[in-house]
C-alpha cells in the first residue's frame, strides 16, 4: 500500500528527487528544527499552490466564456491537485 502511494505521488510530478532528499535530510537530522522542515516543503507547497489558484482561476474564465472543453480541462487539473492534497496527507 506504501509503495503504491508513494508510486502514485511520485507519477503526479510536483516534486523531484532532489526535494525529496532535502526533506529526508532534514527529517534525519535530529538538531533539525522546524522551521527547516517548512523550509524544505515551502517550494513544493507553493508550486502546487500556484498551480491550484491558475487552475481556478481558467476554470472560472470558462465557465464565464461557456468553454465546455476549457472548463474540463481547468476541473481536472483541479481535481488531480485535490487528490495530491489528500494522499499526502495519507
Known amino acids: 500500500?506504501?509503495?503504491n502511494?508513494?508510486?502514485k505521488l511520485d507519477g503526479a510530478g510536483h516534486y523531484d528527487d532532489f526535494e525529496?532528499?532535502?526533506v529526508v535530510a532534514v527529517e534525519l537530522d535530529l538538531n533539525a528544527k522546524q522551521s527547516e522542515l517548512v523550509g524544505a516543503l515551502e517550494p513544493v507547497r507553493d508550486r502546487v499552490l500556484k498551480r491550484y489558484q491558475a487552475a481556478q482561476a481558467v476554470l472560472k474564465?470558462?465557465?464565464?466564456?461557456?468553454a465546455d472543453k476549457a472548463s474540463k480541462a481547468a476541473q481536472d487539473e483541479l481535481?488531480?491537485?485535490?487528490l495530491f492534497?489528500?494522499?499526502?496527507g495519507a
Open 20 to 22: 525529496v532528499d532535502r
Open 61 to 66: 474564465l470558462a465557465l464565464e466564456k461557456q
Open 79 to 82: 481535481d488531480a491537485l485535490i
Open 5 to 7: 502511494l508513494r508510486a
Open 85 to 88: 492534497k489528500g494522499d499526502m
Open 1 to 3: 500500500m506504501v509503495f
